[in-house]
C-alpha cells in the first residue's frame, strides 16, 4: 500500500526519496500515528512534504491511495460532480436573497445538522439540484451550496454568503502551488530579485558604514569614529513589454497585478512599460487600449532606452504565421517594412537581458502553435506562475 502511495507522490510531481519512505515506516512501527487516518496524514505528509508548495499535490495523492478509508463526513468525486453548477452561480444568489434576509434570526444547531449531514452522504445516490432535504445546489437545504440556506455545510462550489460553518471538498492548499498563475503579491515577491546595488552615484555619504566604523574605531583604540559611506541604490532598470487585446483578454486582470506590481517595486532606478497586439512590430503602444497614434516608435525605443534595460515581455505568442513571418502581418499598425520576427530580433539583438513570459505556453515544441515555438527558440520563455517568474528573475540578473 504504501510503495503505491510512495509511486503515486512521485506523479504527482513530489520529489520523494527511499530514505523518507523509511522514515515512514518508522514513523507507523513506533505508533506515532495510532490508528488514526488523520494522524497518518500529517505524519506523512510532515516527513514526505518538504515546502507548503507541494501540500495541494500530497493532497491529490493522499486522496487518491486512501479514497476507501474516509471520514464519515468526507465526499466522493461522484458528489462533487453532481454539486458543480458554477456556471449559475449569480441565477442562484438572485433567487436566494428574499429568503436569506428571512432566515439571518434563526439559530442553527450545528451538531444537529452535521448529524443529518452524515446520514445524507450514507443514503443519497443521485444528484439532487433544489428541494430541501438532500446534499444539493440552488435549494433551501443546510448541505450543498448556492442554496439560500443560512449556516450548514457547504460541499464543493464557490462560497456565496460566507455562512456556512463548515466546508467539505474544498481544496484547500491549491493557491499554495508554485505552478500556478500568480497575484500581485507573488509578483512583488519574485520583483525582490532584481536588485543589482551600486555606490557609483554622485550624491553625498550620508549612510553609515557599520564594517568601516568597526574597523576604524578597533584601529583608533576603542576610541569612536564614525565611517559614512554613499547609500547603495539598485541600479536595475526595467522595460515591460504586454501583450493586450485578443486572445490575451482574460489575463487581464493579471497584466493589471504585474503592471502595478512593478510600480510598488519604487526601488528601480527607471521603469518604462510598453503595450503591442500579438507580436511587437514598428509602434508600441502607451496604454493598453493599443490606439492607434497613442504610440512612440520601436525604433525611438531603441533609442531612447539603452541595452542595460532588463526586457520582461508577456504575452501568449497565439498568433497566424502571418502575423509573425510578413512584413504586411500587422492589422492594427504599421510593419515599418520589416516583420514581426525581424522587430523580436531587434529587441534580442539591441538588450542584453530579455526574458518572455507566457500564461498559457504550450509544454515542449508545439507543432499547433508555430508561432510560439519559434519565439521559444529566441527568447528564454517561462510560464507565468509563481515558478517561472522566479525562474525568470533568476536568468535576468545572471551574469552571463
Not at 468525486?77 to 432566515?103: F, I, V, Y
Not at 486582470?253 to 512599460?273: E, G, M, P, R
Not at 507566457?358 to 515558478?387: C, H, Q
Amino acid at each position: 500500500m504504501f510503495i503505491n502511495f510512495f509511486e503515486t507522490l512521485r506523479e504527482k510531481g513530489l520529489h520523494v526519496t527511499l530514505g523518507e519512505l523509511l522514515d515512514l515506516q518508522e514513523a507507523l512501527d513506533k505508533g506515532l500515528c495510532g490508528s488514526s487516518l488523520t494522524q497518518f496524514y500529517y505524519v506523512a505528509r510532515m516527513i514526505l512534504v518538504k515546502s507548503e508548495t507541494d501540500y495541494d499535490k500530497y493532497d491529490m495523492a493522499f486522496e487518491e491511495c486512501f479514497k476507501a478509508v474516509r471520514h464519515e463526513t468526507e465526499v466522493g468525486a461522484q458528489m462533487l460532480r453532481w454539486l458543480d453548477k458554477s456556471d449559475m452561480l449569480e441565477l442562484a444568489h438572485e433567487e436566494a436573497r428574499e429568503h436569506l434576509n428571512k432566515m439571518e434570526d434563526l439559530q442553527i444547531d450545528k451538531e444537529d445538522v452535521e448529524e443529518k449531514f452524515k446520514a445524507r452522504l450514507k443514503e443519497q445516490d443521485s444528484e439532487h439540484n433544489g428541494g430541501s432535504f438532500w446534499i444539493g445546489t440552488m435549494g433551501k437545504t443546510s448541505f450543498g451550496n448556492m442554496g439560500g440556506n443560512v449556516g450548514g455545510v457547504r460541499v464543493g462550489g464557490q462560497t456565496g454568503y460566507q455562512s456556512a460553518f463548515s466546508v467539505v471538498g474544498a481544496r484547500k492548499y491549491r493557491d499554495f502551488r508554485d505552478d500556478r498563475v500568480i497575484d500581485n503579491r507573488q509578483f512583488q515577491m519574485a520583483f525582490r530579485r532584481l536588485r543589482q546595488f551600486s555606490t557609483r552615484l554622485d550624491i553625498p555619504e550620508s549612510e553609515l558604514d557599520i564594517d568601516g566604523t568597526v574597523n576604524k574605531t578597533c584601529s583608533n583604540g576603542g576610541c569612536l569614529q564614525i565611517v559614512m559611506q554613499k547609500p547603495r541604490k539598485n541600479s536595475v532598470k526595467l522595460l515591460l513589454l504586454m501583450d493586450s487585446g485578443g486572445t490575451m483578454i482574460p489575463y487581464s486582470t493579471l497584466l493589471n497585478d504585474l503592471f502595478q506590481a512593478v510600480h510598488k517595486s519604487n526601488h528601480y532606478k527607471d521603469v518604462k512599460a510598453y503595450y503591442f497586439h500579438n507580436c511587437i512590430y514598428s509602434h508600441l503602444y502607451k496604454t493598453p487600449e493599443c490606439e492607434n497614434g497613442d504610440w512612440v516608435e520601436t525604433e525611438w525605443m531603441f533609442r531612447k532606452l539603452d541595452s542595460d534595460y532588463k526586457v520582461i515581455i508577456v504575452g501568449d505568442a497565439a498568433m497566424a504565421p502571418e502575423e509573425l513571418y510578413s512584413d504586411s502581418g500587422n492589422y492594427r499598425g504599421p510593419n515599418g517594412g520589416l516583420s514581426g520576427y525581424e522587430w523580436l530580433k531587434l529587441v534580442r539583438n539591441h538588450y542584453k537581458k530579455v526574458v518572455w513570459l507566457n500564461p498559457k505556453m504550450a509544454p515542449g515544441r508545439a507543432p499547433w502553435r508555430e508561432a510560439e515555438t519559434a519565439i521559444k527558440e529566441m527568447f528564454p520563455m517561462y510560464k507565468l506562475t509563481v515558478d517561472g517568474l522566479n525562474r525568470a528573475m533568476v536568468k535576468l540578473m545572471a551574469n552571463k
